[in-house]
């Protein structure tokens, strides 16, 4: 069973900046690809970020420019660097793990992101 364990949320002003982690139980290089997804309230999950296990990034356009993923194989993390937060940021951050094996996708339990004004 693989486990995603996410960290790094809390409230944070506008304009300023949280880095969220996910800790997998096995190597990234297991997985084909892992993301950070968001749900705000009343709205449907959507991605964030991702990243291959190439190396190879994707951002939503909300995000671009302002948000960076990265991962640190020796540790397997990958982390989410946000910076110039807005209120519309707001939401539970979730990493996902995607396998090789069709339909193979794990998640995490979440955190909250809160962005004051």
């Known amino acids: 069973q693989v486990q995603l364990v996410e960290s790094g949320g809390g409230l944070v002003q506008a304009g300023g900046s949280l880095r969220l982690s996910c800790a997998a139980s096995?190597?990234?290089?297991?997985?084909?690809?892992m993301g950070w997804y968001r749900q705000a309230p009343g709205k449907q999950r959507e991605v964030v970020a991702t990243i291959t296990s190439s190396g190879r990034t994707n951002y939503a356009d909300s995000v671009k420019g302002r948000f960076t993923i990265s991962r640190d194989s020796a540790k397997t993390t990958v982390a989410l660097q946000m910076n110039n937060l807005k209120l519309e940021d707001t939401a539970v951050y979730y990493c996902?793990?995607?396998?090789?094996?069709?339909?193979?996708?794990?998640w995490g339990q979440g955190t909250q992101v809160t962005v004051s004004s």
């Open positions: 996902s793990a995607t396998g090789w094996n069709i339909g193979e996708a794990y």
């Open positions: 096995r190597s990234m290089f297991s997985f084909e690809m």
